[in-house]
């Protein structure tokens, strides 16, 4: 059974990856580098979380065989730069003892190697201005090369310091164990901040959801400063345009530097490519420079990210006020079945079993309790997370939470229980770092929007960070559960995962003063968020946030209903106009089989071949809007269920093709 499982879980890893990565990338349109990189983070990443409760079921069953085994082995001696742990009795078990360490090396160095390197050079090269392999990699090479400058320093400092004062010979396997202990030292400090937020937003945000008054005053808001970030970026986009209006009138055919200028110009959308030639070119325009050139490029990139995202965040934004507004109308509604304002398509399966009944079930009187039920559960989560944080050094008596359930577990030989509680953990706690990294204003830059709306290089972010947090947080994990022995000073049989990541206690005033009283600030941070001091300090330095009965809050709630109101307004003249042209091509091909029956079938032939935009039976709202209007006039959000026409077509030139 326990070989079952472990596959059962690898698997499972894997379809969680790609799922994910299907709902939010776009597989057909992003480069093979980016998708094969990002599977393999995000992979990689599930897996540890999914594997560790098995090596902790594992370790937890070796050690109660080892109190019955009549002739003890001992464990082989950890490479530790401060301290050897003395040795163990343990028993011989039947489970190999190879593959748990050999997946650890595998998947941990293959992270570190994505996370440090890999994918901090596809970042820095994707949003180089450069127009040569050369040039984009010497430009990746110089922006990493300040990133991680201050990182060699420290790393250079820390060494010499333990070469001169711990007596310690440095050689590869402990220079290798200080770099894995250093990495997941900088991943817990990011950890703990992230989680003193994540811990109390995430029950906050599903309890406020539950309020559909709220929410929808609050999508109210959120669309008002998305309308404002979304100006912003198109003036932005104008400013890059007027430029190359002029830098296309002076470097004409035959110019030097006019390939470059075209492959600018090709990175633009149709619609602003459309735009840039309608403008008049200017009279005398200064030819530019290389150099000018690549700082264009290079601006253009960003813009070109910035805009993309705010338009998602837009539609998505708006499609979510439609869906509210509807529920508050049908919770009124006497007939008990759902009705939209906007149809949208649907597959086959969720008409059958998720009915307008059903739906109107769920979406007015069911969803508020679960959400509160919800938001209750993830309370007590949030609350004994922070406790085991709090208290996880104390050794005698256990009063870390996850210690006790695993321990009472273990006693009971429920095996079970501990994969199931082990996993429940990790997995809330992944999802509270995780999902608030993308919610940070100063990495506005990053988003992940789902219906295939994440681009690139928000795609390689997440890949990064997953890798970055998942090791420290296990690690912290294991902590939390009295496994670790460098935590809790006690000569314990450690899971393979630790023997593997080490320790993070290079020096001993991370040893014995950052890994057991940093995890404590997590409290103060958690009461920082819930009194939203963040949010009221960012407001009164002018920052607009969400707080309640503020003046400006509530005049940034009324422009987001008007912007609504008007977006809804055009919306419906939209569909009118491409219903009254449905009906239209209906009566016509009624006259043109009319004429078929009277025998002109050539004539009605090429008209037909005129009219096949209009009468495809299979054309959606959203193709005959793109044929008739252009991509501009869509909304942004398309539905996983839209036909793809373009499945089979090479991706865009845009990352590493532009070259």
């Known amino acids: 059974m326990y070989y079952s499982l472990f596959i059962v879980e690898i698997i499972s890893a894997f379809i969680l990856a790609g799922t994910l990565l299907y709902r939010y990338g776009d597989c057909y349109r992003n480069h093979i580098i980016v998708t094969v990189s990002v599977l393999t983070a995000w992979y990689f990443s599930f897996l540890i979380m999914f594997i560790l409760p098995l090596d902790i079921s594992w370790t937890v069953y070796r050690q109660h065989q080892c109190l019955n085994a009549s002739t003890p082995v001992v464990v082989p001696a950890q490479v530790n730069v401060t301290s050897t742990p003395a040795p163990v009795n343990v028993c011989p078990i039947s489970w190999p003892d190879n593959v748990f360490p050999s997946l650890w090396r595998v998947v941990y160095w293959t992270s570190q190697c994505l996370t440090w390197l890999i994918m901090p ?18 430009s990746a090479l110089v922006d990493n090369a300040i990133y991680y400058g201050s990182y060699l320093f420290i790393c250079g400092v820390l060494l010499i310091y333990l070469a001169f004062t711990s007596g310690v010979q440095l050689d590869g396997p402990k220079i290798k164990a200080i770099a894995s202990s250093a990495s997941n030292t900088w991943g817990l400090f990011l950890l703990i901040l992230l989680l003193g937020y994540a811990l109390v937003e995430v029950p906050r945000n599903l309890w406020n959801n539950s309020k559909k008054n709220y929410t929808l005053s609050y999508c109210y808001f959120k669309i008002a400063k998305l309308s404002t970030d979304k100006c912003e970026a198109e003036e932005t986009i104008d400013d890059i345009l007027e430029s190359l209006n002029t830098i296309t009138a002076a470097v004409g055919p035959g110019h030097p530097l006019q390939r470059h200028v075209e492959t600018i110009v090709q990175k633009l959308p149709v619609q602003l490519r459309d735009k840039l030639n309608s403008r008049a070119p200017p009279d005398r325009a200064p030819p530019p420079s290389l150099k000018s050139l690549i700082n264009l490029h290079k601006k253009t990139i960003k813009a070109l990210h910035v805009l993309q995202r705010t338009e998602t965040q837009y539609g998505l934004m708006l499609e979510k006020i439609y869906h509210l507004e509807d529920v508050a109308t049908n919770s ?39 959400l509160k039920t919800m938001a209750v559960i993830t309370c007590i989560l949030s609350v004994m ?13 256990v009063l ?118 940093f995890p404590m600030l997590v409290i103060f941070l958690c009461l920082a968020t819930y009194f939203s001091l963040g949010s009221r300090l960012l407001s009164m330095c002018g920052f607009q946030q969400f707080v309640g009965d503020d003046e400006l809050t509530t005049d940034l709630v009324d422009e987001g209903r008007e912007i609504v109101k008007r977006e809804k307004r055009r919306r419906q003249r939209v569909e009118e106009s491409m219903s009254r042209r449905r009906d239209y091509s209906e009566r016509f091909a009624q ?19 005129a009219e096949v935009p209009y009468n495809r039976p299979n054309l959606t709202l959203e193709d005959e809007l793109d044929r008739r209007f252009g991509e501009s006039t869509l909304p942004a959000v398309r539905t996983e269920f839209d036909t793809r026409r373009d499945k089979l077509t090479m991706p865009p030139r845009g990352l590493f093709d532009d070259v």
């Open 121 to 138: 050079m596809m970042q820095s090269y994707s949003k180089a201005g450069d127009f040569t392999v050369k040039g984009k990699l010497k």
């Open 332 to 370: 009124r509604s006497p007939d008990h079945r759902f009705q939209h304002t906007f149809h949208m398509p649907r597959p086959r399966l969720q008409r059958i079993f998720y009915p307008p009944i059903v739906e109107w079930y769920w979406e007015c009187f069911l969803k508020q309790y679960f």
């Open 385 to 397: 997370v922070v406790w085991s944080e709090l208290t996880f050094f104390n050794k005698s008596p």
């Open 400 to 517: 870390s939470l996850f210690a006790i359930f695993v321990n009472a577990a273990g006693d009971n030989f429920n095996y079970v229980a501990i994969v199931t509680i082990s996993t429940l953990i990790i997995g809330y706690i992944f999802y509270c770092a995780y999902s608030t990294v993308l919610k940070i204003r100063v990495l506005n830059l990053y988003y992940l929007a789902p219906h295939h709306q994440t681009n690139e290089y928000s795609l390689i972010f997440s890949g990064m960070m997953a890798c970055r947090l998942t090791p420290a947080m296990c690690l912290n994990f294991l902590s939390l559960t009295h496994l670790d022995s460098h935590i809790i000073t006690s000569r314990i049989m450690e899971t393979y995962y630790t023997q593997i990541m080490g320790h993070m206690d290079v020096l001993r005033i991370i040893a014995e003063g950052f890994n057991i009283y």
């Open 591 to 609: 006259y043109r089989t009319a004429r078929d029956n009277d025998g002109d079938r050539q004539t009605v032939h090429s008209y037909q071949q």
